[in-house]
């Protein structure tokens, strides 16, 4: 009887070691980064935001900040999944900011759907909401993203450049005419047949003059297999044309998270060394 009640000691011993290791590591994950609920009107549902901070974070020193946007299907979860955003807030010495585009947002004011309204979120109220909470350099504020979150990242610095030191796009919508009759874009801007004088003017081609205005360099990049290729070197060109400094990567690569996964760091490499010092 002694022994029995010994080996189911041992057991309940070890359930309880295997439960705690596990319990740890769910909490260390929970823990590597600050979540934020927000909620507005002007956006479909409540946005959770994921905010990085560096393991050396301190209030005594406002750090540099990038926003990075997620694609299309995508959500608030889509760049720590494929990066490990703390690493990178860890390495580079800056805020990362995960937030949620909703499904098909595009970043933009929808002129068709009043409850798609993200520009105006973004600069509004997401932005002073994560910002009021963290000690932040204000001129070191970056943005880009993947995809949809690209064509968002561009489009959100045409609106405000002087809120944003630079901004890049990985493998980016830099045309949505090309995409007519996909990614549901015909609710956000109408038929693109009757509307595509709007379809353009919210594609980064067709906001050239605003790169050129804010004359701040930008950054994006197109792996040579991805269906979106084209169109990032015919902007490519048009920016070469328009004097617009810019930095364009191509390389080798699908429309893939194994291609982001890549192309990511060169991002954080081009905000470093093009700080406000």
Request: charged share 20%; with cysteine; glycine share 6%.
């Amino acid at each position: 009887m002694t022994s029995v009640e010994h080996h189911v000691s041992d057991k309940t011993f070890m359930r309880r070691v295997l439960l705690f290791g596990f319990l740890t590591l769910i909490g260390s994950d929970l823990l590597s980064q600050d979540q934020i609920l927000i909620n507005d009107n002007r956006i479909p549902a409540t946005d959770t935001v994921w905010v990085f901070t560096p393991e050396s974070y301190s209030e005594n020193v406002a750090l540099p900040i990038v926003y990075l946007l997620h694609g299309y299907s995508g959500n608030y979860r889509q760049w720590h999944d494929m990066i490990d955003a703390q690493q990178y807030a860890n390495n580079y010495n800056m805020v990362v900011v995960c937030p949620d585009g909703f499904y098909n947002s595009w970043y933009i004011n929808s002129p068709l759907k009043t409850e798609s309204q993200y520009a105006d979120f973004f600069f509004e109220t997401l932005i002073p909401k994560v910002e009021s909470s963290y000690k932040i350099n204000q001129g070191n504020r970056f943005i880009t993203g993947l995809s949809m979150g690209g064509h968002g990242a561009f489009h959100l610095f045409t609106e405000n450049p002087e809120m944003f030191r630079s901004a890049g796009s990985t493998s980016g919508v830099m045309d949505i005419r090309g995409s007519k009759g996909l990614f549901e874009l015909a609710e956000h801007f109408g038929k693109y047949e009757e509307n595509n004088d709007r379809w353009l003017a919210f594609s980064a081609v067709g906001n050239i003059d605003s790169f050129k205005k804010a004359g701040k360099e930008i950054i994006f990049d197109c792996g040579t297999e991805d269906p979106f290729y084209r169109w990032n070197k015919d902007f490519y060109e048009l920016c070469l044309q328009e004097k617009v400094p810019v930095t364009f990567i191509s390389q080798p690569g699908k429309h893939d998270s194994d291609y982001w996964k890549k192309s990511i760091r060169s991002y954080f490499e081009f905000f470093k060394t093009n700080m406000d010092r």
